[in-house]
Nanobody, 120 residues
Framework: QVQLEESGGGQVQPGESLRLTCAAS????????LGWWRQAPGKQRIFVAA????????HYGDPMKDRVSISKDYRTGAVILQMNDLKPEDTAVYYC?????????????WGQGTQVTVSS
C-alpha cells in the first residue's frame, strides 16, 4: 500500500503561481514514478507532469508543459509541482499518483486531490 498526501492548492488570479506538494509513504518501491494529473468538472483526468523516484528523469504533459516544473525535495522525499502563469482553464482538482511503470503511465495509487481555482 502507498499513501499519497497532496497540499498547496487554493484560489489564485490569472498569471499567478502555485506550488503543490505530494508526500508519499508506505511500500515505496526502489523504482517508481510520482506524477501529477488534473481533472476539471465533466472532463477526463489528464497528465500534467511526472518525475522518477531518483529525481533524475522528468516528463511533462502538453497542457502546462511550458508553465510547470516538477522536482523532488531530497530532504523530505516530497515531490513538488511549481505552476506559473496560471490560467482559468487550469482550474481543476490536481491528483498525485504513484506508478511502478513509467513516466506518464498512472499506477493504482492516487491522493485525495487538491483543488486549484484560477479566477479573477
Amino acid at each position: 500500500q502507498v499513501q499519497l498526501e497532496e497540499s498547496g492548492g487554493g484560489q489564485v488570479q490569472p498569471g499567478e503561481s502555485l506550488r503543490l506538494t505530494c508526500a508519499a509513504s508506505g511500500s515505496i518501491g526502489n523504482i517508481h514514478y510520482l506524477g501529477w494529473w488534473r481533472q476539471a468538472p465533466g472532463k477526463q483526468r489528464i497528465f500534467v507532469a511526472a518525475i522518477s523516484g531518483w529525481g533524475d528523469s522528468t516528463h511533462y504533459g502538453d497542457p502546462m508543459k511550458d508553465r510547470v516544473s516538477i522536482s523532488k525535495d531530497y530532504r523530505t522525499g516530497a515531490v513538488i509541482l511549481q505552476m506559473n502563469d496560471l490560467k482559468p482553464e487550469d482550474t481543476a482538482v490536481y491528483y498525485c499518483n504513484y506508478s511502478p511503470w513509467s513516466l506518464g503511465v498512472p499506477g493504482d495509487y492516487w491522493g485525495q486531490g487538491t483543488q486549484v481555482t484560477v479566477s479573477s
